[in-house]
């Protein structure tokens, strides 16, 4: 049995002090007070004093081998940005590349505090092969597209790795990952549908990103693209849908009604389009919301912990609100609330759930008075306080190392 310590355990349900948490094989089967921990059979102690213990981010919404374009685009519009800068390097992509900057992306994202990835991007089967090498638990879709010249989003790919990764292995899950409303034809979206229904798999697909993309679904529909996601069956407990920016307020009832989950990437958007979505009017219908950080091109970084500093902060802003939502809200977004938009027994620290945990060095002057670990977290912390990180009850990256490979130290020339 395993055990983490910590002066501080901290889920959305609340804060627990000098606590241990207790691990056998993947789950977590007691929280106990840590002055207790000789009374049971303990070999492996993890932690100890001047620790916050928090449960895996779930990072909802990734293009993790995208890190090799960081730096590029930055300060313009979304729609010449895909047009003239990254679709161009991307037709340039194989498959060698895409596994490095897969593994990068990845280990930049469990260096930051992430447990769980849900990616949406090219040549699939190389980032599941780098979340594999990491040890991370990660959902991975095969961007689709075809109403975009893009071959290495050829459609018949997508379903191949659905099809060939499903239940390959206990960590790496397969999704469907139409690209987007205006990408992707009618025709494409309903075989995604019905096939998810058939196997019971998520549909990832990007949802009202820019204005562009909402006037070319009206044109071609007739429909905004909420309504037209509704009106074909789509829009179900299974569909994640990202950004969600545009919408009207017709739609943001829907969208709240659905049970669909909408992942708010609030950094992302506000530097590609200058804006942000209704993300707190969904919430507050009762509408299901996670986070996640795009990718490292828009956003630039994989820092979960950041994401959430954003999230309350410019929601804030967009709402002319300094109550909402509050540390609480967007911690849930990061946590339950994607694990909830993933079917994920995560989330939380609890008897019974999945051992995907963070262990935070607080000892850092950030953190003090510590009177109010729950807003240190999300209003001072950064990923770089996260110091150990388990899956499955697992440590796969201990103080700025990668347990699980040492890839990443060749790739950073380490000796």
């Known amino acids: 049995m395993k055990a983490i310590v910590a002066d501080y355990v901290l889920d959305v349900n609340g804060l627990k002090k000098d606590a241990a948490v207790l691990i056998e094989g993947d789950r977590i089967v007691n929280i106990i007070s840590s002055q207790t921990i000789g009374e049971f059979d303990v070999d492996e102690v993890y932690g100890g004093k001047g620790y916050l213990l928090i449960p895996g981010l779930v990072n909802a919404h990734t293009h993790v081998a995208m890190n090799r374009f960081r730096g590029f685009g930055d300060d313009m519009p979304l729609d010449k940005w895909l047009n003239d800068v990254i679709w161009p390097m991307e037709k340039e992509w ?11 992306g990845i280990a930049e994202a469990i260096a930051n505090g992430s447990t769980t990835i849900n990616d949406h991007y090219f040549f699939a089967w190389q980032i599941a092969k780098a979340a594999k090498k990491l040890g991370v638990r990660a959902f991975i879709g095969q961007t689709m597209m ?3 010249d893009m071959p290495i989003a050829d459609p018949k790919l997508g379903f191949k790795f659905f099809e060939k990764w499903k239940d390959k292995d206990n960590l790496i899950n397969t999704t469907l990952a139409p690209h987007a409303t205006d990408t992707v034809s009618k025709d494409l ?16 697909m990007h949802v009202s990103q820019s204005r562009e993309e909402v006037l070319r679904v009206k044109e071609r529909e007739g429909l905004s693209p909420v309504e037209y996601l509704k009106n074909i069956g789509a829009l179900k407990g299974n569909f994640v849908g990202v950004h969600g920016v545009y919408l009207s307020k017709e739609e943001v009832k829907l969208y709240a009604r659905s049970n669909a989950t909408l992942v708010h990437c609030p950094v992302s958007l506000a530097k590609l389009e200058g804006y942000v979505g209704p993300i707190l009017d969904i919430w507050k219908l009762g509408g299901k919301i996670a986070l996640g950080n795009d990718c490292a091109v828009s ?13 309350a902060i410019l929601n804030k802003v967009k709402n002319n609100n300094p109550v909402m939502p509050t540390a609480k809200d967007v911690f849930y977004w990061a946590t339950l609330g994607g694990a909830k938009a993933l079917n994920l027994k995560t989330g939380l620290i609890e008897n019974g759930y999945l051992a995907d945990l963070v262990l935070i060095n607080a000892r850092k002057l950030h953190f003090l008075p510590k009177e109010n670990m729950l807003s240190h977290l999300v209003y001072s912390a950064k990923g770089s306080d996260v110091e150990k990180v388990f899956v499955s009850g697992e440590l796969i990256y201990d103080n700025r190392r990668f347990l699980k490979t040492d890839e990443l130290r060749k790739i950073l020339d380490i000796e």
């Open 94 to 104: 194989n498959e060698e590349e895409i596994y490095k900057w897969a593994l990068i």
């Open 299 to 311: 956003n630039n970084s994989m820092d979960m912990i950041l994401e959430m500093k954003f999230a």
């Open 146 to 148: 075809d109403l975009v």
């Open 189 to 204: 979206l309903m075989e995604t549908k019905e096939l998810a229904e058939k196997k019971e798999a998520l549909i990832h």
